[in-house]
């Protein structure tokens, strides 16, 4: 594919159990983004990964998100017992490196309820 | 830490100017301006780096002043296309971070 991909791009789930969202960024972007944005906010910085150094995890809202990206590649961003306030769209990006324009992908809508 | 946008909102008539300021309170060294439409992902309009070197969008200019570390948006005869919300951003360690955005509605 020629561009950022996401699944699913909508996620209803109930309080209390985990998701997991996919982010399959353009082919040789080194560098990964997962943002999160609420209905009518501004994006908020998850996590970033370039290449295969270990990520920075201070972002990341509660110790109930996780995230990984196996082989520099594909990214899963994992949520363990949802809470309301969990509700956005999740979005991913990816760059050739740091300093580069990103690349969103078309998002993930996520609604726990 | 987030660099602070102004104007918050605007709102043009086709054919008029805006400028969208992006200030922050610790050194830019680089900084990006998307375009995010109602609905959809944020699009890349323009990369400014130290020293003056722009890459970009054609219709589109920005300034970027390292000392006040701040970057300026110029949106000139404005579209009807331009419409939606405007945020800058700058790479940090290890995290990004975008501005507060500035929602920009062009009218007919």
């Known amino acids: ?113 | 830490q987030q660099p602070v946008q102004s104007p918050q909102a605007v709102i043009l008539r086709e054919g008029e100017d805006a400028v969208i300021n992006c200030s922050s309170s610790k050194a830019l060294y680089s900084v990006h301006w998307y375009r995010q439409k109602h609905g959809e992902a944020p699009v890349f309009l323009m990369i400014l780096l130290k020293g003056g070197e722009q890459k970009g969008h054609d219709k589109i200019s920005a300034s970027f002043n390292e000392k006040k570390q701040q970057s300026s948006l110029y949106l000139t005869a404005s579209q009807l296309s331009y419409s939606g919300t405007y945020f800058c951003g700058t790479p940090g360690t290890y995290k990004y971070i975008f501005g507060t955005g500035t929602r920009l509605k062009v009218l007919a």
């Open chain 1, 1 to 113: 594919g020629a561009g950022v991909s996401q699944s699913p791009s909508n996620k209803v789930t109930e309080k209390g159990k985990d998701v997991e969202l996919r982010c399959d960024p353009i082919s040789g972007h080194t560098a990964l983004y997962w943002y999160r944005q609420s209905l009518g906010q501004g994006l908020e910085f998850l996590i970033y990964f370039q290449g295969n150094s270990a990520p920075d995890k201070s972002g990341l809202p509660s110790d109930r998100f996780s995230a990984e990206r196996t082989g520099g590649s594909v990214s899963t961003l994992t949520i363990q017992r949802t809470q309301q306030e969990d509700s956005a769209v999740y979005l991913c990006a990816s760059s050739l490196s740091p300093m580069d324009e990103q690349y969103f992908g078309p998002g993930t809508r996520l609604t726990v309820t």
